[in-house]
């Protein structure tokens, strides 16, 4: 059974960090590609950013780019997901994701977690 578990999530004041973390279960973790999505109340899920079977990352959204940083340790069977100068508006629910290759739209990946939440307000 296909499990993935986020962690890290909360409140943080804006210039703050936190280290999200996807702990996956169930299936050949190595063998995919993970994508990190957020979801505000009332918009759409985003795609954050996303790192292939091989480590190398594929992309980050623009509004995330030099901040965020993502990361997999196989070994572990976990994806990392390292923010840094938070923003109010990087206020959203996290998903972690599990897809056969990258990409930014959440149709193309097959399983997902519950969401941890994470909150940048003063």
């Known amino acids: 059974q296909v499990r993935l578990v986020e962690s890290g999530g909360g409140l943080v004041q804006p210039g703050g960090s936190l280290r999200l973390s996807c702990a996956a279960s169930g299936f050949a973790f190595d063998y995919y590609a993970i994508g990190w999505f957020r979801q505000a109340p009332g918009k759409e899920r985003e795609g954050v950013t996303c790192?292939?079977?091989?480590?190398?990352?594929?992309y980050y959204a623009d509004s995330v780019k030099g901040r965020f940083t993502i990361s997999r340790d196989n070994a572990k069977n976990t994806a990392y997901l390292q923010m840094n100068n938070l923003k109010p508006e990087d206020t959203a629910v996290y998903y972690c994701?599990?897809?056969?290759?990258?990409?930014?739209?959440?149709?193309?990946?097959?399983?997902w977690g519950q969401g941890t939440q994470v909150t940048v307000s003063s």
């Open positions: 790192i292939n079977r091989y480590l190398g990352s594929t």
């Open positions: 994701a599990t897809g056969i290759v990258c990409s930014r739209y959440a149709p193309d990946f097959r399983s």
